[in-house]
């Protein structure tokens, strides 16, 4: 079965209108069978998609242009191969970007990662705390092993804690935390010289770093926010199922809500600000996964592991 967040059906890409472009500064890699049907276009075009590739020993991937651009985006924002050849002709990468999926036995969930402008727009400004909705059947109905389903209740419960109406953000975070045994420092600027440390790709990000403080999520933003972290519980807490950091990848879920909080509260206050903060952090941290690596490896030196917490009522 194929789930979803509730607002997946409703993404487009905004193509010619979005101002961060995923054709842009990206290594486009394609897969093997578009490689083999881009081989047999024919005419001019064909032509042109053969001169717009390199093959070697990594396999395909599309030659940026100095300034990293895809070679096919046209200055307009639109993609040369799908206006001759139609959507169904995009590569593996171009035609699921943004979506990511994660995988269970007999159950996928997919989502929309927060690189992108409108899948931000998306997730940030839902009217409710996300619902999973089923939204195929693929026919594939293996049972859950066991590590899957605590792993699901424990993600449950921590989407429960994030998205409690009835708590400020820092009381939810906190309680997350405690519902899968983690813990974070309260400072933030600790913090500061990790992420410095991390693959950059926009300087944009080296502003907002160099001017990181301790600022708490101001207030009337608790709404977005609780979306924000429950965008990273959802995503980054089934990599757990692989390398068992369930307390570390719940603290990363919530120093990653509180980073882009602080660098909001220092600034203007409004729903597109926080979509491009969002993108920004998605796209340096969440989308390098040695950044994400790394800073688990700093997490796990401040955790006192603590078993999940049936004994707490509040999660
Ligand atoms: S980042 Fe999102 S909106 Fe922008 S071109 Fe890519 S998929 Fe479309």
């Not at 276009?41 to 590739?53: K, W």
């Not at 997350?176 to 600790?190: I, M, N």
């Not at 160099?210 to 999520?217: G, H, Q, R, V, Y």
Request: overall charge negative; glycine content about 6%.
């Amino acid at each position: 079965m194929l789930y979803a967040p509730d607002y997946y059906p409703h993404f487009q890409c905004i193509a010619a209108d979005c101002r961060h472009s995923c054709c842009v500064g990206w290594e486009i890699d394609i897969d093997a069978d578009t490689r083999a049907a881009y081989a047999d276009v024919p005419g001019e075009f064909g032509q042109r998609l053969a001169d717009s590739i390199i093959d070697d020993a990594d396999g395909a991937h599309f030659r940026l242009t100095p300034d990293e651009r895809c070679p096919l985006l046209r200055e307009d924002g639109l993609c040369r191969l799908i206006l001759h050849l139609g959507e169904d002709a995009l590569c593996q990468i171009c035609a699921d970007h943004p979506r990511f999926r994660n995988f269970f036995s007999g159950r996928t969930e997919l989502g929309l990662g927060l690189c992108c402008e409108a899948a931000g727009k998306l997730i940030l400004s839902a009217p409710a705390p996300m619902q999973l909705i089923a939204i195929a059947d693929d026919g594939d109905c293996d049972p859950l092993t066991e590590d899957e389903r605590e792993l699901l209740a424990l993600r449950a419960r921590a989407l429960i804690c994030a998205g409690n109406p009835t708590l400020p953000i820092a009381a939810r975070m906190a309680e997350v935390l405690d519902c899968c045994g983690a813990v974070l420092p309260d400072s933030l600027l600790a913090w500061r010289p990790i992420y410095a440390a991390c693959n950059r790709l926009d300087p944009l990000w080296d502003a907002e770093l160099d001017a990181l403080d301790e600022l708490p999520i101001p207030p009337g933003w608790d709404e977005p926010f609780s979306r924000l972290l429950g965008y990273f519980l959802y995503r980054h807490l089934p990599d757990a199922l692989t390398d068992g950091r369930t307390a570390e990848r719940t603290a990363f879920a919530v120093l990653s809500t509180r980073i882009v909080g602080a660098r909001f509260a220092a600034g203007e206050q409004n729903l597109a600000r926080l979509i491009e903060l969002a993108r920004l952090y998605s796209s340096e941290i969440e989308y390098d996964t040695d950044n994400v690596d790394a800073l688990l490896d700093a997490i796990a030196a401040v955790q006192t592991q603590s078993e999940p917490c049936e004994r707490k009522t509040l999660c």
